[in-house]
């Protein structure tokens, strides 16, 4: 089969198309034609050699896969776990020693190739006149989204919630998510062409202004209130100023670090307030499906900036480091 292969850790210049054995399933598994396959800041970090991902090269990449088996339209959960520690007992897959996630974290092969072999039980049906592009962009920045909303943040009506970096695929379904649990959505954004794009979403405010301006006008919007939750994946170039966005015993929920791992802070400022800072990976089956519903009624839509062949899979992940997506990058199988 054909497969977009990393060849080495570092640039894009290290993804090529290759030929490659095809995937034999294993039990439980069944072998999925691949149509679609989203990419990931996750890919990024992996292809420039994450510490800590088991990945070794040569590795196919990509967490997020739509595509048909036995004459299914799926897509794909993307964690992997062992079933059977006392954290996959407890339904908590994400901190099961095991714990991977398809082409990344635990070594998994992933989609961007022609064929992969997952587990029948991980297959969630796409809803009628969904193309398999729009499908793929949903898995993983949905079951994130939903995590670090429904199940940490507890949003819901009479809740105010700021979600930053509105043109991120996680922000675009955390958007989504928070307004149809009946929050109120304030989105954030430095790029002036995504705040149109973000209300059409459901975003109640957007907020085009720098980090520094951030609680300021947080404050404003909430008549002094300011935020139940606030969603973060951004890291140290805005944390504190995200954090002031709180009312006390807000809750700050984190999933990434695109702008850096480390950052800097006033533990006063979190004693005194008593704010919760909450780390977040993806969620278990059981919240995929949870979360599925919401893509099958309409509440949650696919959101696609672009979409490249599979040969040009460097393209797609040089479109993704230049941050300028509104929705997913996506490559076609």
Request: charged residues 20%.
């Amino acid at each position: 089969m054909k497969a977009a292969v990393l060849k080495a850790f570092g640039g894009v210049e290290n993804l090529s198309l290759e030929t490659v054995p095809e995937p034999v399933p294993g039990p439980g598994e069944v072998l999925l034609r691949v149509r679609a396959c989203a990419l990931n800041h996750l890919d990024l970090w992996i292809r420039e050699g994450l510490p800590g991902s088991k990945v070794k090269v040569p590795h196919i990449l990509g967490s997020d896969v739509a595509g048909e088996t036995g004459g299914r339209r799926v897509a794909v959960h993307p964690g992997l776990c062992c079933g059977a520690c006392v954290a996959c007992a407890d339904g908590r897959e994400s901190d099961c020693p095991d714990f991977g996630i398809i082409g990344a974290y635990g070594g998994s092969q992933g989609g961007y190739a022609e064929l992969l072999a997952v587990k029948s039980a991980h297959l969630l049906d796409i809803p009628p006149g969904m193309s398999f592009e729009e499908a793929a962009s949903l898995p993983l920045a949905l079951l994130t989204a939903w995590r670090m909303l429904k199940t940490l943040g507890e949003a819901g009506p009479g809740r105010t919630v700021v979600i930053i970096g509105a043109g991120s695929g996680v922000s675009v379904a955390g958007i989504q998510i928070a307004k149809a649990l009946g929050a109120v959505v304030i989105a954030t954004t430095t790029d002036a062409a995504k705040v149109e794009r973000a209300k059409a979403l459901g975003a109640d405010h957007v907020l085009l202004a720098p980090p520094a301006g951030l609680p300021r006008e947080v404050r404003r919007l909430t008549g002094g209130r300011m935020a139940d939750i606030v969603f973060e994946h951004v890291g140290p170039a805005l944390f504190m100023d995200a954090l002031k966005c709180l009312r006390p015993s807000g809750r700050l929920v984190t999933c990434g670090a695109t702008s850096g791992p480390k950052v800097e802070l006033d533990l006063r400022y979190v004693f005194s307030r008593q704010l919760r800072i909450l780390g977040a990976r993806t969620g278990s089956l059981s919240e995929m499906r949870e979360a599925w519903t919401f893509v099958q009624d309409g509440r949650v839509r696919p959101v696609v900036d672009r979409v490249f062949p599979l040969a040009e899979a460097a393209a797609a992940h040089a479109r993704l480091e230049s941050r300028g997506q509104f929705g997913k990058v996506v490559v076609s199988v």
